[in-house]
């Protein structure tokens, strides 16, 4: 019994953390100067769940990574962006790393 | 019109104690944002602003401004205190356009008249910005009863490149600016380079009399 519990409590455990966002990707309507955008990763970065902040003016998005087991809800992600003063068109939870997402845009694949 | 000392209209403009910038590329930056700016406006006009602004809607602060005219060697000192607000935006794919619009009130004093005037400041602007085109008329009203002037602005600007969030953006632009109240005859053209990385802008040119045109922002 003891085994079987052990094991429930490790699938439970391993099935929690599926789905689970690494990072928030959004794309945002108004990104044109990257001067005017610092309110974005200023707002952004006072999150205690926020690990990182990539802003891409070409690819109209921003993403934040956040710590394990932590999040930033999509009504504070509109509101925070919102309040530097643009306008939210989409937001995805994904699992890609924000390094990842960064050298996709450097390098203009996305 | 009231009048009191020029040191009260200085007061006045302090206990304002934040405000925005006529002369900047969008006189509110975001929510819980600063931003300090100063301008050298060709020996005409010298203007230093510092506003914050509590939500992306609106800002407010103080300011002073000094012009010199060119045409009779009147000088004004104008301190005030002013809010701003956001009127429209429209945030597109690739473009951003604003309608901004504000008021404010301070003091001024004049080589020309004793004492301090209560100066009433009202002004707006509309712009429209991509990654390599930029545009934006501006009218700014001072008005005393030793005087009226009113400086309106008009810039054009091209990007040889679009530059992204992290990387130095480079502009280059035509202004136009005049003046009224006897401050400047015609219109002031002006060549000018503009660069910002971060949260730093830098503007600096040249007019068409060779005097030096130059602006420092800074949001924080």
Same mark, same amino acid.
């Given at each position: 019994? =003891?085994?079987?519990?052990?094991?429930?409590?490790?699938?439970?455990?391993?099935?929690?953390?599926?789905?689970?966002?690494?990072?928030?990707?959004?794309?945002? =309507?108004?990104?044109?100067?990257?001067?005017?955008?610092?309110?974005?990763?200023?707002?952004?970065?006072?999150?205690?769940?926020?690990?990182?902040?990539?802003?891409?003016?070409?690819?109209?998005?921003?993403?934040?990574?956040?710590?394990?087991?932590?999040?930033?809800?999509?009504? =504070?992600?509109?509101?925070?962006?919102?309040?530097?003063?643009?306008?939210?068109?989409?937001?995805?939870?994904?699992?890609?790393?924000?390094?990842?997402?960064?050298?996709?845009?450097?390098?203009?694949?996305? | 019109?009231?009048?009191?000392? !020029?040191? %009260?209209?200085?007061?006045?403009?302090?206990?304002?104690?934040?405000?925005?910038?006529? $002369?900047?590329?969008?006189?509110? @930056?975001? %929510?819980?944002?600063?931003?300090?700016?100063?301008?050298?406006?060709?020996?005409?006009?010298?203007?230093?602003?510092?506003?914050?602004?509590?939500? !992306?809607?609106?800002?407010?602060?103080?300011?002073?401004?000094?012009?010199? $005219?060119?045409?009779?060697?009147?000088?004004?000192?104008? @301190?005030? *205190?002013?809010?701003?607000?956001?009127?429209?935006?429209?945030?597109?794919?690739? @473009?951003?356009?604003?309608?901004?619009?504000?008021?404010? *009130?301070?003091?001024?004093?004049?080589?020309?008249?004793?004492?301090? %005037?209560?100066?009433?400041?009202?002004?707006?602007?509309?712009?429209?910005?991509?990654?390599?085109?930029? %545009?934006?008329?501006?009218?700014?009203?001072?008005?005393?009863?030793?005087?009226?002037?009113?400086?309106?602005?008009?810039?054009?600007?091209?990007?040889?490149? *679009?530059?992204?969030?992290?990387?130095?953006?480079?502009?280059?632009?035509?202004?136009?600016?005049?003046?009224?109240?006897?401050?400047?005859?015609?219109?002031?053209?002006?060549?000018?380079?503009?660069?910002?990385?971060?949260?730093?802008?830098?503007?600096?040119?040249?007019?068409?009399?060779?005097?030096?045109?130059?602006?420092?922002?800074?949001?924080?």
């Amino acid at each position: 019994m =003891n085994y079987r519990k052990a094991i429930s409590t490790i699938l439970l455990l391993l099935l929690s953390t599926i789905g689970q966002a690494e990072t928030i990707e959004v794309t945002v =309507n108004g990104l044109v100067c990257g001067f005017c955008a610092q309110g974005i990763e200023k707002r952004l970065r006072r999150f205690p769940a926020t690990v990182d902040v990539l802003v891409s003016l070409e690819q109209r998005l921003v993403a934040v990574s956040l710590n394990a087991d932590t999040d930033i809800s999509d009504a =504070n992600l509109t509101e925070a962006l919102e309040g530097a003063g643009y306008a939210v068109k989409a937001i995805r939870r994904t699992e890609t790393p924000i390094a990842v997402l960064r050298e996709q845009v450097k390098a203009g694949r996305r | 019109m009231p009048r009191y000392s !020029h040191c %009260a209209g200085v007061g006045v403009a302090l206990l304002g104690a934040l405000l925005s910038p006529a $002369s900047m590329a969008k006189p509110i @930056a975001f %929510a819980g944002g600063t931003t300090a700016m100063v301008e050298y406006g060709a020996g005409t006009m010298e203007e230093a602003q510092v506003f914050f602004a509590p939500t !992306h809607r609106y800002s407010v602060g103080a300011g002073y401004l000094k012009l010199d $005219s060119d045409v009779d060697g009147s000088e004004r000192n104008i @301190a005030y *205190a002013r809010a701003n607000l956001l009127a429209k935006r429209w945030n597109l794919e690739a @473009a951003q356009a604003n309608v901004f619009a504000w008021g404010g *009130a301070g003091g001024a004093s004049g080589s020309d008249f004793s004492g301090g %005037a209560f100066t009433g400041n009202a002004g707006a602007q509309a712009d429209y910005e991509t990654r390599r085109v930029y %545009a934006s008329l501006k009218t700014d009203l001072y008005d005393s009863s030793e005087f009226t002037h009113r400086i309106d602005t008009l810039q054009l600007g091209i990007a040889p490149y *679009a530059h992204e969030y992290e990387e130095l953006a480079v502009w280059l632009l035509v202004q136009g600016r005049t003046y009224t109240g006897n401050l400047y005859r015609g219109t002031e053209w002006a060549a000018l380079l503009r660069v910002f990385k971060g949260s730093v802008w830098i503007e600096a040119g040249v007019t068409e009399d060779g005097n030096l045109q130059s602006m420092v922002m800074v949001n924080f």
